[in-house]
């Protein structure tokens, strides 16, 4: 586990990131990993001495099921209301089933398992929203139809990119696993409106996190450089 900035934490579930943030209100929870290992989380938050009944809000950036395979059974065990975008929802919620095409996919999901379906409590119609304080939901569809982004007001400003890209070698960043995004155009496009905001920090779900005008790469990425 690493502390990003003050209150800020990046925990590794095998090759998946999760975050926690430590608020006023309880912890917020930006994703939450691969099934089964719900309990890396639990441990976690007992290395920061709080539990899992701490944990206010989950906020999703995305269905797949490296971020959403604990939410079940998070929920259930503290309570949390859950945030995602209306494109994504169904797939959270098990009423639509994602049907992944990639032969290499396929075989790492046998192997993964699949999520539990898990209810929505608040679910992003717009662009841009305020989920809870502090807190700005930005939708950057491309990897997923729903995609979302969130940045805190914080410390010059945290980027929760989820796979909207991904950190990469030398403070630069790079797209996520192109096997798996749904549009390719779609997701550049994002990061440019990503790039168009400003914010120190960033982290992702897979990949380093960037500290110190961590925007200056996304600017770089969307020009082509």
């Known amino acids: 586990m690493r502390e990003v900035v003050d209150g800020v934490f990046e925990v590794g579930i095998g090759y998946v990131h999760v975050h926690l943030v430590v608020t006023d209100d309880g912890v917020v929870l930006v994703d939450t990993g691969l099934p089964g290992r719900s309990a890396r989380i639990g441990r976690a938050l007992h290395d920061i001495r709080r539990k899992i009944g701490d944990v206010s809000t989950i906020l999703l950036t995305h269905h797949h099921v490296d971020h959403t395979g604990g939410l079940a059974e998070v929920r259930r065990r503290s309570g949390a209301r859950v945030v995602a975008h209306r494109d994504d929802v169904p797939y959270v919620t098990g009423e639509a089933q994602f049907v992944v095409r990639h032969p290499v996919v396929r075989l790492v999901g ?95 779900g897979h990949g380093p996190a960037l500290a110190g005008r961590a925007v200056e790469a996304f600017r770089s990425y969307a020009a082509g450089k």
């Open 110 to 204: 046998l192997v993964l398992g699949k999520a539990e379906p898990a209810p929505v409590d608040e679910v992003i119609t717009t662009a841009v929203a305020s989920p809870l304080p502090g807190f700005t939901a930005v939708h950057t569809p491309g990897h997923t139809p729903g995609h979302l982004s969130y940045l805190l007001d914080r410390d010059g400003g945290v980027l929760f990119a989820g796979d909207a890209a991904a950190g990469g070698r030398s403070g630069r960043i790079g797209s996520a696993p192109k096997m798996v995004s749904a549009d390719l155009e779609e997701e550049r496009r994002s990061v440019g409106r990503l790039a168009a905001l400003d914010f120190e920090h960033a982290v992702f």
